[in-house]
């Protein structure tokens, strides 16, 4: 079984609880390598007679060996998840109610609220990297830059953490509610190089630069893809309703234009319809098309956001 | 037997599990609410080690979770302040909803304890 000696050092138990809670999920492993820390410290500063060994070695019947803790957090984890999350809607077994069954799924609306939020956040974190790291760098030559560029990378760990955030509740991936501890017993200047170091901090600027792009896809595939639904929708029941046109051609095909007096629509009466199957059709496959996206999306920054090895 | 001492242990520790699984969220109510000032986890843990017995006598590292879990509900809330013994802590401290809960819970919890006495007195002989 564990022939492993325990450990006489913090960071040696937080490498061992990292070590068991191998292929856990990373956010998990995160927040419990914070919580264990936060509890090994507090405990070493209240008996400054003791050594390091002796207070892990209590800790070990107190808080836990860092088997036994990894064991707790994998089992609360479940228990919260099913106890916070909204309970998925219950699978549609035909192939037409699982179609139409996206209408009832609270993560499409959100997966598709993200996708036109992204647009601000990309522009906001593309700015923000782009700005700090051209400025602090470029003032570099100069002392002043140094500072620049040290708070500048605590920033983009802070909003590592928030995009995080936005991340879980708007896609449902589970992302840190903790932040990174640093490593301990390391002068200021180690710290600071360590922060260069960190594959997190530069994965996260790479994420805040791509999340532009980005962002501009997803809101013009929102924006197009419902404005296309919407008014294939919309067109014919208004035809209907007496209030537009029908097959009327305004500068081009349109599906639904207003010239500032008539609403009217360039299909004619009998294609009618279709049209509207077509605009309900869409509606639907675009509430897919943002839940895969949402999906994909909260793969994707977990990926770059949170760092699988810690403490490597 | 030693098998039967076991078995007869492994079933109590799961009993403790699934009793421990309920009252520890209202057991840190309790506590945040009788200090009356913001605690931080280890604090918390110390406090409850004091008076823990049965299934309150738990690992501490099972808090920490269920400290997040009520934040996340409302019940808490918390805030981060640096600390010279090591890395900055986080403060919890209980919310008007959480005294709410609070109160509602400790008359639940009563009256499961009385009810669950009045059965045992059934096999006091």
């Not at chain 1, 070990?60 to 060996?65: D, E, P, Q, V």
């Not at chain 1, 996206?102 to 799924?105: E, I, L, Q, R, Y």
């Not at chain 1, 030559?141 to 002043?144: K, P, S």
């Given at each position: 079984m564990n022939t492993r000696k325990l450990p006489t050092t913090i960071p040696e138990y937080l490498e061992h609880l990292r070590r068991s809670l191998a292929g856990a999920d990373p956010a998990l492993v995160q927040d419990a390598l914070y919580d264990a820390e936060e509890y090994l410290r507090s405990e070493l500063a209240e008996q400054p007679d003791k050594t390091e060994a002796e207070v892990i070695a209590a800790v070990?019947?107190?808080?836990?060996?860092p088997d036994e803790v990894a064991d707790i957090y994998r089992d609360t984890e479940v228990k919260v998840q099913t106890a916070l999350?909204?309970?998925?809607p219950r699978p549609r077994s035909s192939a037409l109610g699982r179609f139409f069954g996206?209408?009832?799924?609270p993560r499409a609306y959100a997966s598709l609220f993200y996708m036109v939020l992204s647009l601000a956040t990309g522009i906001f974190y593309f700015t923000w990297a782009v700005t700090g790291l051209s400025v602090s760098l470029g003032l570099s030559?100069?002392?002043?830059g140094i500072p620049l560029l040290i708070l500048f990378f605590g920033s983009v760990r802070v909003l590592s953490l928030v995009e995080g955030r936005i991340v879980e509740v708007m896609l449902g991936e589970r992302m840190p509610r903790r932040p990174l501890y640093t490593v301990r017993g390391r002068s200021l200047l180690q710290r600071i190089g360590d922060m260069f170091t960190d594959v997190r901090t530069w994965s996260t600027i790479l994420y805040m630069m791509l999340l532009m792009p980005l962002g501009i896809v997803y809101f013009t595939l929102v924006v197009t893809l419902l404005g296309t639904a919407l008014s294939s929708i919309a067109a014919p029941v208004l035809v209907w309703l007496g209030i537009a046109e029908a097959g009327t051609s305004i500068g081009g095909w349109g599906i639904l234009n207003y010239d500032g007096e008539v609403l009217s629509t360039s299909m004619p009466a009998i294609g009618l319809p279709l049209l509207l199957l077509f605009g309900i059709v869409l509606l639907f496959a675009t509430m897919h098309i943002a839940r895969g996206i949402g999906r994909v999306h909260g793969l994707f920054a977990k990926h770059l956001l949170v760092k699988t090895a810690q403490h490597d | 037997m030693d098998e039967s001492e076991d078995q007869a242990g492994a079933q109590l520790r799961k009993f403790q599990k699934e009793l421990s699984t309920g009252t520890v969220a209202l057991a840190l109510l309790a506590v945040l609410a009788a200090a009356g000032e913001p605690m931080y986890g280890y604090q918390i843990a110390k406090t409850l080690e004091?008076?823990?017995?049965?299934?309150?006598?738990?690992?501490?590292?099972?808090?920490y979770p269920v400290l997040r879990n009520l934040q996340a509900a409302g019940l808490l809330d918390s805030f981060v302040e640096p600390s010279d013994a090591g890395p900055p802590r986080r403060y919890y401290r209980i919310t008007d909803a959480g005294h709410g809960a609070l109160r509602n819970w400790a008359a639940a919890w009563r009256a499961t304890r009385d009810s669950v006495d009045a059965v045992l007195e059934g096999i006091r002989q």
């Open positions: 070990a019947s107190s808080y836990g060996a999350r909204p309970p998925p996206v209408f009832a799924d030559i100069t002392i002043i | 004091r008076v823990g017995q049965g299934a309150l006598a738990g690992k501490q590292s099972a808090l």
